[in-house]
């Protein structure tokens, strides 16, 4: 329990990020966490956030709210800075967003080839150039591929901030033909060979804006 509060002690910030990171990674919006925000008007907001964007030190958030009594829902549009606390609603259903550092996902062979395939297919949306993304399977262990696909689903959207400019299009196009990955003990990647090697830490935590920001730095500094 005294870990649980620790992962709740969090600025609001951190909180918009990691709740949007878990929406982006459902296909259920209504299986979400749900929250009653606080304004600065006096007014409250109670639903679930679905999608935000970031702009300049302010995200919008688009919240998913639940109006009345049979469930019809509405999604409003508001600025971070206009939200002073939150209400945690059914505080239990929070565990979840951190049950992955005690319980392990499972993925079995064929559920990690396929997300890895759609992974590939992805990328490839966003590159002028192939980029294949090299991996066995069978060199990671079952409650350990959750790390991998948890990383490498965060290549596709990286790779289109990468290459959003001529500049950029052309450095990933002569220095990168393979995205390879391992479990270490670094979180540092390395580019050698025009193969960017993405070394993870065994460590489980959730993936937040924050993380997939660091990483897309530690790439561009290899370009």
């Known amino acids: 329990m005294i870990s649980f509060k620790k992962h709740l002690l969090k600025d609001l910030i951190t909180w918009f990020e990691d709740l949007t990171e878990l929406a982006r990674n459902t296909n259920n919006d209504s299986s979400l966490p749900k929250l009653e925000l606080f304004l600065s008007n006096g007014q409250t907001i109670k639903g679930s956030i679905i999608e935000s964007i970031k702009n300049n030190q302010e995200y919008l958030l688009m919240i998913m709210e639940f109006s009345n009594q049979n469930s019809e829902s509405n999604i409003t549009l508001i600025g971070s800075s206009q939200i002073i606390g939150l209400r ?11 049950a992955t ?8 062979s064929l559920q990690f080839k396929r997300t890895v395939s759609d992974i590939q297919n992805e990328l490839d949306k966003t590159t002028s150039t192939p980029i294949s993304i090299l991996l066995d399977v069978d060199s990671y262990v ?3 591929r959750y790390l991998i696909l948890k990383v ?22 002569k220095k990168i033909k393979t995205i390879t990955v391992s479990i270490g003990t670094s979180d540092n990647p390395t580019l050698t060979e025009q193969n960017l090697h993405l070394q993870i830490l065994d460590s489980g935590i959730i993936t937040t804006s924050k993380e997939t920001e660091k990483l897309k730095t530690a790439i561009e500094n290899l370009l």
């Open 142 to 144: 079952e409650n350990k």
């Open 88 to 98: 945690l609603i059914e505080v239990n259903n929070y565990i979840r967003l951190f």
């Open 101 to 108: 550092n005690e319980n392990p996902e499972i993925i079995g």
């Open 152 to 173: 490498l689903k965060l290549i596709p959207s990286i790779f289109t901030s990468l290459t959003s400019d001529n500049i950029g299009k052309e450095l990933v196009s």
